[in-house]
């Protein structure tokens, strides 16, 4: 009988017929989404970076499907301490994580376009500012990480050329 979360989570999709491939990808996620439930910043964040690694999966996500596995996951493993608040709450919690990423389906695809379109129009002057702004702005958010970048500007541009690239 599974005793976390996950293995109670795969068990009870594989019983009703909803182990779904995207379902793996919420449930790698679902930790910290709970974790963040405070902070709405973080768990929008959570939400979009979520969204972006379910954009790759081909055919219908349900994501009301993850919220009946979860409620009988939860149910299972505290059977004795679940009651009508307990469903109220995690009810609650996944409405708003579904909101969440319910308003990014469809958009993966569309900003990729327009990424790629936006950097196949850039000449090499304009690629270069890209370039040095991303160091600017790496180097304001973490002044630790000049530290860690010592090289020539050369492999400098090469890194973040690899960085735009890993966008599309």
Not at 22 to 33: G, K, P, Q, R
Not at 66 to 71: D, E, G, R
């Amino acid at each position: 009988v599974p005793t976390t979360f996950p293995d109670m989570f795969r068990f009870n999709a594989a019983v009703m017929g909803f182990a779904r491939p995207w379902m793996a990808e919420v449930l790698s996620s679902f930790d910290t989404i709970v974790s963040n439930v405070s902070n709405s910043y973080r768990l929008r964040e959570e939400c979009d970076v979520l969204s972006l690694r379910m954009a790759k999966y081909k055919g219908k996500v349900n994501l009301c499907e993850y919220k009946a596995v979860m409620l009988a996951s939860l149910r299972s493993l505290v059977p004795k301490q679940w009651d009508s608040d307990h469903e109220v709450a995690w009810s609650w919690l996944w409405e708003n994580v579904e909101r969440l990423i319910k308003a990014n389906m469809g958009k993966p695809t569309q900003h990729e376009r327009a990424l790629a379109k936006l950097l196949g129009g850039l000449d090499e002057s304009a690629q270069a500012l890209v370039r040095r702004e991303i160091y600017a702005k790496f180097f304001a958010e973490s002044p630790a990480g000049m530290d860690y970048f010592k090289q020539s500007t050369t492999r400098l541009y090469f890194i973040a050329d690899k960085l735009v690239a890993m966008t599309l």
